[in-house]
T-cell receptor, first 115, second 109 residues
């Protein structure tokens, strides 16, 4: 593995189903992030984690939950999917959160469709 | 509220120069990033500015004026592979990135 991986690449999901998007990084970065990207809108932060064991809410956290049991993994769970959660989801990581020179590196994304 | 504005779409000719502007109004400022995103792919880092002035990196340069809340990305000697969206993002007072919607750049031969 080099960088950040996400799984699945794409998924079609029935409304009301539970879904977990996986994200793994091998750069030993402290901070990790989940964004959604919708046409015509900028990337919007869902949840973030400054370090293993801690998480925080971003701009659009409702309907999503995260956990950070270790440095490498940061799964995003949709407890009961709704059509408005149809989007492309990007996981990102950075060496630290709170540093001015921080740069975020992105995974390839998961394209999720909720019907 | 926090706001970042960029043009939705721009068109330029191969070999030419193009300037993509970004204006921002955010709660605090801890730096401005430019990312490139090809269609269907992840954003990749291009540049970072925290002080006023021009940062040059090969064919790409980025400029910042904090007093005006303004930045631009300058792309020289355009190549077809530069066709992509260019995302402007500001690190706010909480060190969270606020993203613009992106500028889709179309390069014509």
């Amino acid at each position: 593995i080099a960088g950040i991986t996400q799984a699945p690449t794409s998924q079609i999901l029935a409304a009301g189903r539970r879904m977990t998007l996986r994200c793994t990084q091998d750069m030993r970065h402290n901070a990790m992030y989940w964004y959604r990207q919708d046409l015509g809108l900028g990337l919007r932060l869902i949840h973030y984690s400054n370090t293993a064991g801690t998480t925080g809410k971003g701009e659009v956290p409702d309907g999503y939950s995260v956990s950070r049991a270790n440095t490498d993994d940061f799964p995003l769970t949709l407890a009961s999917a709704v059509p408005s959660q149809t989007s492309v989801y990007f996981c990102a990581s950075s060496d630290s959160q709170g540093a001015s020179t921080d740069t975020q590196y992105f995974g390839p994304g998961t394209r999720l469709t909720v019907l | 509220g926090q706001n970042i504005d960029q043009p939705t779409e721009m068109t330029a000719t191969e070999g030419a120069i193009v300037q993509i502007n970004c204006t921002y109004q955010t709660s605090g400022f801890n730096g401005l990033f430019w990312y490139q995103q090809h269609a269907g792919e992840a954003p990749t880092f291009l540049s970072y500015n925290v002080l006023d002035g021009l940062e040059e990196k090969g064919r790409f340069s980025s400029f910042l004026s904090r007093s005006k809340g303004y930045s631009y990305l300058l792309l020289k000697e355009l190549q077809m592979k530069d066709s992509a969206s260019y995302l402007c993002a500001v690190l706010d007072s909480n060190y969270q990135l606020i993203w613009g919607a992106g500028t889709k750049l179309i390069i014509k031969p």
